[in-house]
């Protein structure tokens, strides 16, 4: 597992108040040793690079199809101490509360668990197949995830998820979007309230675009964990 320094990236059309820097870390999907990898650098730039008003902001996806999905949701339970945190919800996350949910219906069992969801069972030794196993999962864990807000906005800037719906007022955007949305997000050049900072879609490198920085990198399928270094009106890139 190779790290990596700070690398360069670009200048984007938002900008951060001076004083404010953001780590936003892509999809993690259970990929608990790349997380505390990529923990690490963060924590080295900040020491190397000290700023007033550091940030941490989680894009969500944090369970499912990985290995250790208990590992990365104990990691985000246990932040770090120098770094305030921020976890957003990824459609993942929900599905996973949804599916564990008392009253939840057969659909949403099944959804789950056609995504991945019976690695996150077994990385807490459960078993997809016994549901009364399923109570292994701590309820200090699901706590968290309900915890997670659907969006974070900060400068010109709004860190969500999946990303936006163009042409929407911020105050009518809808959850199912900001969890879910690809098109026409993702092609879309206009319409939308910030530049929006998201995970959800992987492509092989961190995408730049004027209405949308993209950072899932595939980690789950062999790709890099990517953060996002915002800062002023760059974003320069950590990865794992």
Same mark, same amino acid.
């Given at each position: ?5 700070? @690398?360069?990236?670009?200048? !984007?059309? /938002? ?6 820097? &953001? ?13 505390? /990898? ?19 902001? $989680?894009? %969500?996806?944090?369970?499912?199809? #990985? ?7 104990? &990691?985000?339970? /246990? ?6 945190? @921020?976890? *957003? ?11 564990? /949910? ?8 099944? *959804?789950?668990?056609?995504? #991945?969801?019976?690695? !996150?069972?077994?990385?807490? %030794? ?8 399923? %109570?292994? @999962? ?17 400068? +010109? ?29 993702? =092609?879309?050049? +206009? ?9 959800? !879609?992987?492509?092989? =490198?961190?995408? @730049?675009?004027? $209405? ?5 990198? +595939?980690?789950?399928?062999? %790709? ?7 800062? #002023? ?8």
């Amino acid at each position: 597992m190779a790290a990596k320094r700070l @690398i360069p990236g670009a200048t !984007t059309q /938002a900008f951060l108040p001076e004083g404010l820097r &953001i780590y936003a870390v892509g999809d993690s999907h259970g990929c608990a040793r790349q997380l505390a /990898a990529l923990h690490g650098l963060i924590l080295a730039d900040l020491a190397a690079r000290p700023i007033a008003r550091p940030r941490l902001v $989680h894009l %969500g996806d944090y369970v499912d199809r #990985g290995p250790d999905s208990a590992g990365v949701l104990a &990691i985000l339970a /246990a932040p770090p101490a120098r770094l305030p945190i @921020i976890n *957003l919800m990824g459609n993942h996350d929900q599905m996973m509360l949804d599916a564990l /949910a008392p009253d939840a219906a057969k659909q949403e069992v099944e *959804l789950w668990l056609a995504n #991945g969801g019976g690695a !996150t069972l077994e990385s807490y %030794g459960a078993s997809p197949r016994d549901a009364r196993s399923w %109570g292994r @999962i701590p309820a200090a864990h699901l706590d968290l995830l309900r915890s997670c807000p659907s969006h974070h906005a900060a400068g +010109g800037y709004v860190f969500v998820h999946a990303g936006l719906r163009p042409g929407v007022a911020p105050e009518l955007q809808q959850r199912m979007d900001m969890l879910w949305i690809r098109e026409p997000f993702l =092609s879309g050049r +206009g319409g939308l309230p910030a530049v929006v900072v998201h995970g959800h !879609t992987p492509a092989a =490198s961190p995408e @730049i675009l004027p $209405h949308r920085i993209g950072l899932d990198t +595939g980690a789950v399928f062999g %790709g890099a964990l990517t953060c996002g270094v915002f800062q #002023g009106a760059r974003v320069d890139f950590l990865q794992v």
